[in-house]
């Protein structure tokens, strides 16, 4: 029996390695496991056996006959096409460059205004928006900046007519919204600015987000510490940052916000013009005429403001040299952001 | 404004390093350039003899600063060191100035004090080498002894000083008066400037001989041949140098000085040092006397200032006396009412001060921003919303990146050549534009009423540098003049006084979202496509439909710089929100653009009110759908808008979608017909359907589009 066994394992294995089609497949199948098969038949004799030999015999016919429905199977998948062997036929060249869907850019700007704007509504700010083409009254007189001021002169205005101006700040977005509403308010308002300069550092058009609270008890305190929980946000908790007092005739005190320089880590460098610091942003207390513009009472109320140039953040974050790129719309440039 | 670190070291007591001294300048608000090493330092600014040259960059509120012994006021406040005022004691000779002069000042207001002294039998010549390297050092050019003074004066005291050759003064009388009607005055520089009598000027008893404050007449300048000096010291209306400065276009350290306002009370120390100085330097002798036309002296406000409200402003809680001694290093008096409550004498050169916030400020300043604790506000103040406009305009951009476009940001002004450039009729709405009064350029002169010139420009310009794949888009303002305010015509003086009258109302500002793609497409995919104005109909489709809006329609249009044909009027629920197209080639070719350009322009403001954003959920389908092609051939003059109408109509029921999957056109079929293949999709929500519930409905739609379109099965 032991030998016959044997005899028909020889016979399977050299068959399986032979076989070419599934009906060969089928064919060695019915030879050996059909109703008629040789190992059929074999198992079936099993019972003349000794029990001892029966055993023994028994276990190993059972091993072999799924050793056969094993190997019949695998074969019958590499017969199919779908056996390794088969899927490494051919050559398939995979350096070949990816079908890209295309995905366009937000401009950087409005990607930077995005982010800005978002981490202010975060801490509870409000959007707000004004018109560009402003009175003068929005954009000066009621900022404390009357006409024949000095402090004119520190932004170039583009004139419409003698009172129709294109705004030079969005801070008159602070008096438009402190005239319709009452406070408390956290007001932010992004949006197009203009003033009549145009060189590698000044746009004639460019971004400003203006930000304002007002509240009782707000504190020059608050103001620190709004800002500097701002920058820490935008720019990483570890970069330094410092107060500096300024003037803008619409706060008081004024203050000018200085981080440590992105490039150089505050050591002095070309960018930071070797003092290590800065500029990024402008801000103080309001000043409390303007509160008297808009009939809040400054005894009862104080509040902070603060307003960005978003081209100069843009700049400092990406290292961009020259505003002009972000305004020369150079596909090649605006699909690196 | 530049000084010297020496120079300030005449006037106060300090031990800083130039740098310590830069930043600390800097930290209380004067921002000082840093002193770079001297090999970086550029021409001049490693100063003579060792000394520093800082150039301090004030902010317009200070006008005490602009001067070195305002910085060494600044300076002596913040480190506590001893200040001392310029010498200013006069070696006076004999005579009597009030019988060499006499003024008159006509005009008090334009100039509240006046003040005067001659100098007698000078010798004009060079400046000695100290006197030549200080007023180098601070950015001037040496002249003559007499000039250098004034500007030395005016340099280290604020106080702009103007010597006239007193030979030259007709009638020995100078007059402070507003100019004539008429009157005409060439200044030094040699310019003449016809004066309008709003201008005050210093005239004798015949002429104008200096524009008050701005300027001095080329008819009384002192020259090599004068022998006497009228030496002038005042202090003038600053709104009045402003307009004045302004209007003739001269801009003077001495117009700059008096338009922030000088120290009215150093008016004469000025004048004094400058005489005994000048006699000193030029062998010449102070004649006896002084001119001191002062008629209603200027008083100085009192300011009262509360401690607690001090404290609260800033956060912090400092002391009476810590408030104290910051104000008294300032200079300021004090008298103290009660325990909250002082009332502060501002000094008559801190023309800044005039209000509780404006001491509060200074408490702040000397204190030091960087002693105030940080804190976050408590706010009641709870609700963050971001407007209709900004959170639309955000979805916005990413649905259109995601459609494969790039987002451009164009100026808001442009050219009003691009009117032509686009042919728009003389008469079309677009043409009526805003112009600026003063544009930095031709190029953006007037503001845009239209994004399209911009959207242009833009493939243009990347198309010209070798990028032919432009799929761009902008969100931005137009500004649509309101019907009041006029701001177009001819530069006559009628119609610059009309645009003078106060406009009551601002022009509308509509927001707009414009784009383009040319037609070659993106090369990062090997198997190359084109893109047509069905793209562009599929993208703004697509970004509508994003949007949930659906009801969109498209109409023909006509638009000069549109395609006669390829172009649309696109509305939604029958409102015209814009259009969209290949732009005209005609226009194409003005623009130098030589590709195929799909252009649209949309209103953005029309879109968001149409938009749907509150979303429900549809059920899925419970049973299967049933696909069915069908192909036809018919006239090809058949739009395609008429055969979907037939087959829509025909089963509003079972009939779900109605797909195109195929235009042909070509040698498979007749000349003049095409073939269109349409995937219908049938379901129902109550069954599984069968082929009888279908097949009446198929036969039906083949016959009505045979019967009504003559169209065949293929």
Known sequence: MKSRLQEIKNKVESEITSVKTEDEISDIRIKYLGRKGALTLLLKDLSTLPPDERKEIGKSSNE???????????????????GVENLKKGFFDITLPGKQAVIGNIHPLAKVLNEVTEIFMVMGFTVAEGPEIEFDYYNFEALNIPKDHPARDMQDTFYITDDVILRTHTSPVQIRTMEKCSPPLKIIAPGKVYRCDADVTHSPMFHQIEGFMVDKDITFGDLKGILELFV????????????????????????????????????????????????????????????????????EWTGFAFGMGIERIAMLKYGVDDIRLFYENDLRFLKQF | MK?????????????????????????AGLETTPLLPPPLQGGGSEGVDGDHVIEVDLTPNRSDCHSVIGIAREVSALTGGKFKYPDISVKESDGDINSLISVAVESPQLCPRYTARIIRDVRVKPSPSWLEKKVIAVGLRPINNIVDITNYILWEMGQPLHAFDYDSIKGKKIIVRNAHRNESLTTLDEKKHNLSEDSLVIADSERAVALAGVMGGGNSGVTQATRDILLESAYFNPISIRRTSRRHGIFTDSSYRFERGVDNEGVVAALDRAANLM?????????????????????????????SRTNKILGISLSREQILNILNRLMFTIKIVDDDRIKVNVPSFRKDIEREIDLIEEVARLHGYEKILKTIPSSKVSVSASTMSQSFEKEIRNILTSLGLTEVINYSFTDEKYFDAINTPQDDPLRKIMKLRNPLSQNWSVMRTTLLPGIINTAVFNINRGIYDVGIFEIGKVFIPHKNLTTEGTETTENKNQLAVKSEVLPIERMMLGGAITEKSEKKIWEKGERDFYYLKGLVESFLGRLNIHDIE??????????PQ?????????????????????????FDLKEKLYVFELSLDKIITKAVTEKKYTHL???????RDIAIVLDNHIKSEDVYKIIRETDNLILKEINLFDYYEGRQIPVGKKSLAYSLVYRTDERTLTEEDINPIHEKVIANLRDKLGAVLR
Not at chain 2, 293 to 302: A, D, E, G
Not at chain 2, 566 to 571: L, P, R, S
């Open chain 2, 566 to 590: 390829k172009g649309a009027c696109v509305k939604i629920n029958k409102e015209d929100i814009g259009y969209l197209g290949e732009l005209n080639p005609a226009v194409a070719e003005g």
């Open chain 2, 3 to 27: 000084i010297t670190y020496n120079w300030l070291k005449e006037f106060v007591e300090f031990k800083h390093s130039p740098s310590e001294l830069s930043k600390l300048l800097t930290m």
């Open chain 2, 554 to 563: 498209f109409f023909p249009i006509n638009l000069s710089y549109i395609h």
């Open chain 2, 279 to 307: 006699a000193e330097l030029s062998e010449g002798k102070v004649v006896k006397g002084r001119i001191d036309c002062y008629p209603k002296k200027i008083s100085y406000p009192q300011v009262d200032l509360r401690i």
């Open chain 1, 232 to 299: 820490q946000q935008y720019f990483g908790k570890d970069v330094a940052l410092r107060f500096r007092p300024s003037f803008f005739p619409f706060t008081e005190p004024s203050a000018e916000v200085d981080i440590h320089c992105v490039i150089c880590k505050g050591s002095g460098c070309r960018v930071c013009k070797g003092t290590g610091w800065l500029e990024i942003l402008g801000s103080g207390m309001i000043d409390p005429a303007v509160f008297s513009y808009v009939k809040y009472n400054p005894e």
């Open chain 1, 64 to 82: 072999f006959k799924n050793w056969i429905e094993d190997n019949l199977n695998q074969k019958q998948k590499e017969i199919k096409g779908k």
């Open chain 2, 621 to 627: 389908p419970k049973y299967p759908s049933i696909y």
